[in-house]
């Protein structure tokens, strides 16, 4: 989006919030940012005007954004839903919570609440992709390694399991060996699910990883992202390569990501359905 002139980040771990950063700078667009505490390091926002609080202080980050007369709130990050004792709310933030019942609360729930409540006090939440379209998965293979096609039989095995998942809001990834289902992605994330593959895979042809959408996902929040350190990973368990749905999964630092990979034999590939 050309227009953008000025925007707010709610950012969360990991290196997005980092590129988003970034982004704005090169683009001249101006950007405040809040960190979620436990979540954001000073580092990670130290080139850009910011502030932190508790993922729980609703109406601090409204107020705050309002005070640096931003409409406009982006997304960013890394975060593990929290129990409700470590939410700690601010009013605002309970309103929020009191609408979703205890068992409701899952990840979809939580952010569609976040996002309703935040565009109800006036602020439109963009996508990332809005911002930084450059970071979406497109079709095809990345780099230099390719998929085998007893590797693309088990990203098709591994795409139907992981939607699967997804439309239960349990996780987005899953690993796939010959057919055999060795792993799926759930509140652990993905270094412990890549591990439990590691420790149970066969002698033979390598594991692949799969990782999709969540069937419905609201594009505003929550979407994953493949990075270095997923290479990393991917690399220390022995994974053969990795499958992402095109179109809205991210990739962070893409040539340094596709440079590691080709490095380590891996292959990347994003997968239209």
Known sequence: MTDIKKIGMVAGSGNMPVEIIKHCKEKGIEIYVIGLESFASEEQLKDAPHCFAKIGEVGKMMKTFKKNNITEVVFAGGIKRPSLKELIPDWKGM??????????????????????????????????????PEMMFFEGVYGKVKPTKEDMNDIERGFVVAKALGAVDVGQAVVVQEGMVLAVEAMEGTDMMLSRAASIKKIGKAPVMVKVLKPKQDMRVDLPAIGLLTIEQLKKYGIKGIAVEAGGILL?????????????GIFIIGIKK
């Open 252 to 264: 962070i630092e893409r040539e340094a990501v596709i440079k590691m990979a080709d490095e380590a």
């Open 95 to 132: 309103k929020i919570l009191t609408n979703l019942a205890i068992n409701k609360l899952s990840d979809n729930n939580l952010f569609l609440a976040v996002i309703e409540n935040v565009e109800r006090y006036g602020f439109k939440i963009l996508g990332i992709e809005e911002i930084v």
